[in-house]
């Protein structure tokens, strides 16, 4: 890392350097990120690419950091926000959920069956949110973020971000419902 980067940047813990603050930043967090731009972006590969982009963003604006303005994760979750909405805004298509409720059923077909309705269920019910909606359940349940990291990334208010994500989830729990009857 450039030395004079490496000094203007405030560590994490005392004493470590840029380059091992960013480095534990990195490894804490890639899989909460990949999964994030995963969600929005419904394709792995882009996925891949605009998370690697997104870490690189962040090193190269490590100075920019303020921790009076939220955690490094927010910063690091904003910036792979913006990196995936430029890849969608490029492909000009619209961001959806790709990721699947985790598999928590048995091997009987009819667990299989079962587990197939739900998963298309979810989708459907996904697919009835609009983008901001998709991003706070992407944020929260891919991303892993607190609703005070969630408000961060999104500029607004803790408070809002909450009633926002439990009125986005109550609405997802109605359209599942409506969706499986």
Same mark, same amino acid.
Request: aromatic residues 6%; hydrophobic residues 40%; proline residues 3%.
């Given at each position: 890392?450039?030395?004079?980067?490496?000094?203007?940047?405030?560590? =994490?813990?005392?004493?470590?350097? =840029?380059?091992? $603050?960013?480095? $534990?930043?990195?490894?804490?967090?890639?899989?909460?990120?990949?999964?994030?731009?995963?969600?929005?972006?419904?394709?792995?590969?882009?996925?891949?690419?605009?998370?690697? !982009?997104?870490?690189?963003? &962040?090193?190269? +604006?490590?100075?920019?950091?303020?921790?009076?303005?939220?955690?490094?994760?927010?910063?690091?979750?904003?910036?792979?926000?913006? &990196?995936?909405?430029?890849?969608?805004?490029?492909?000009?298509?619209?961001?959806?959920? &790709?990721?699947?409720?985790?598999?928590?059923?048995?091997? $009987?077909?009819?667990?299989?069956?079962?587990?197939?309705?739900?998963?298309?269920?979810?989708?459907?019910?996904?697919?009835?949110?609009?983008?901001?909606?998709?991003?706070?359940?992407?944020? +929260?349940?891919?991303?892993?973020?607190?609703?005070?990291?969630? &408000?961060?990334?999104?500029?607004? #208010?803790? #408070?809002?971000?909450?009633?926002?994500?439990?009125?986005?989830?109550? +609405?997802?729990?109605?359209?599942?419902?409506?969706?499986? !009857?």
């Amino acid at each position: 890392m450039n030395e004079a980067i490496a000094e203007a940047v405030p560590a =994490a813990m005392p004493g470590a350097t =840029a380059s091992e $603050t960013f480095d $534990t930043l990195y490894r804490e967090t890639f899989p909460r990120v990949y999964a994030y731009v995963a969600s929005l972006l419904r394709d792995r590969s882009a996925a891949e690419d605009v998370t690697a !982009q997104a870490f690189e963003r &962040a090193y190269s +604006k490590q100075r920019s950091f303020k921790p009076s303005r939220g955690t490094r994760e927010a910063w690091l979750f904003g910036i792979a926000r913006n &990196a995936a909405l430029d890849e969608l805004r490029r492909r000009k298509r619209h961001a959806a959920m &790709a990721a699947d409720p985790e598999d928590i059923w048995g091997e $009987t077909p009819e667990d299989h069956a079962e587990l197939a309705l739900r998963r298309e269920t979810v989708r459907a019910a996904l697919g009835s949110l609009d983008g901001r909606e998709r991003d706070l359940v992407s944020l +929260k349940f891919s991303g892993g973020l607190s609703n005070a990291e969630i &408000a961060t990334v999104l500029g607004m #208010s803790e #408070s809002n971000a909450g009633t926002k994500l439990h009125r986005t989830i109550e +609405k997802l729990r109605k359209a599942c419902h409506e969706q499986s !009857q």
